[in-house]
T-cell receptor
Framework: SQQGEEDPQALSIQEGENATMNCSYK?????LQWYRQNSGRGLVHLIL?????REKHSGRLRVTLDTSKKSSSLLITASRAADTASYFC????????????????FGKGTHLIIQP | AAGVIQSPRHLIKEKRETATLKCYPI?????VYWYQQGPGQDPQFLIS???????DKGSIPDRFSAQQFSDYHSELNMSSLELGDSALYFC?????????????FGEGSWLTVV
């Protein structure tokens, strides 16, 4: 079953506005990561937030994590045309107490379009 | 900084043929992951290796196999290719294999099966 679900599936905003994307997941996690993907390109790591963290910032990005609701949000402030891309959350399920290379489970992604 | 290197970047094969994708992780990364992303789909985890041993297994078909070599590079072998195998295949790497480390992705290898 799908671990991560994101909404909205598509978001179109004007340049300069803030964009908020949400992600929900089903199982307990060790951490949650956000990635950006330009069409047909590789996944670029944006930010990792651990299960014991509630909020994290990186430049114009702000990520929150609510483990009680099993949800996370990604906020991009002062959006730019170059932010146009698909954004995925990916979770690392709490399957191992230590060691192991757990595969990430990705959500469906939010396609963000920034209009100039 | 060095990134994850994948080759080839594009590959066209016919049905029932075999294909091999290669992945060179970031230097000093000992963990490699393989993902498959179909058109318009989210990436699906296939398999991972930590210190040259298989670590976690996802939705990898029996027709596919993979291994990690002594220099930590990895190869994904796909046999009896089907049209549905057409996808973007990503390799990713991280250090220590432990949960909590950032996983870095390569640019992917486009496989088209005709």
């Amino acid at each position: 079953s799908q671990q991560g679900e994101e909404d909205p599936q598509a978001l179109s905003i004007q340049e300069g506005e803030n964009a908020t994307m949400n992600c929900s997941y089903k199982t307990s996690i060790n951490n949650l990561q956000w990635y950006r993907q330009n069409s047909g390109r590789g996944l670029v790591h944006l930010i990792l937030i651990r299960s014991n963290e509630r909020e994290k910032h990186s430049g114009r990005l702000r990520v929150t994590l609510d483990t009680s609701k099993k949800s996370s949000s990604l906020l991009i402030t002062a959006s730019r045309a170059a932010d146009t891309a698909s954004y995925f959350c990916a979770t690392d399920a709490e399957l191992y107490s230590g060691g192991g290379a757990d595969g990430l489970t990705f959500g469906k992604g939010t396609h963000l379009i920034i209009q100039p | 900084a060095a990134g994850v290197i994948q080759s080839p970047r594009h590959l066209i094969k016919e049905k029932r043929e075999t294909a091999t994708l290669k992945c060179y992780p970031i230097p000093r990364h000992d963990t490699v992951y393989w993902y498959q992303q179909g058109p318009g789909q989210d990436p699906q985890f296939l398999i991972s290796f930590y210190e040259k041993m298989q670590s976690d297994k996802g939705s990898i078909p029996d027709r596919f196999s993979a291994q990690q070599f002594s220099d930590y590079h990895s190869e994904l072998n796909m046999s009896s290719l089907e049209l549905g195998d057409s996808a973007l295949y990503f390799c990713a790497s991280s250090s220590d294999g432990h949960s909590g480390n950032t996983i870095y992705f390569g640019e992917g290898s486009w496989l088209t099966v005709v």
